[in-house]
């Protein structure tokens, strides 16, 4: 096996590990609702996409009780 033949700066250590941290999901507000969504997906809120309904959310609650 390999030994490295001089150390890292502590500097350049934690950089390389910044690449493997996991970033904060980012959410948006949703305009017709105003909870908070992901980008570019329809809001599970109200069921809304781009100012129009993509899924009926009452249908799918009432689906879900049967
Ligand atoms: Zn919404």
Redesign the pocket.
């Known amino acids: 096996m390999s030994v490295p033949k001089q150390r890292h700066t502590k500097q350049r250590r934690d950089a390389k590990r910044d690449r493997f941290a996991i970033d904060q999901v980012k959410t948006q507000t949703?305009?017709?609702?105003?909870?908070e969504?992901l980008a570019h997906r329809v809001?599970?809120?109200?069921?809304?996409y781009k100012g129009k309904e993509v899924v009926n959310t009452v249908k799918e609650t009432t689906k879900k009780q049967k």
């Open positions: 949703c305009p017709k609702c105003g909870k969504k809001c599970a809120h109200c069921g809304f």
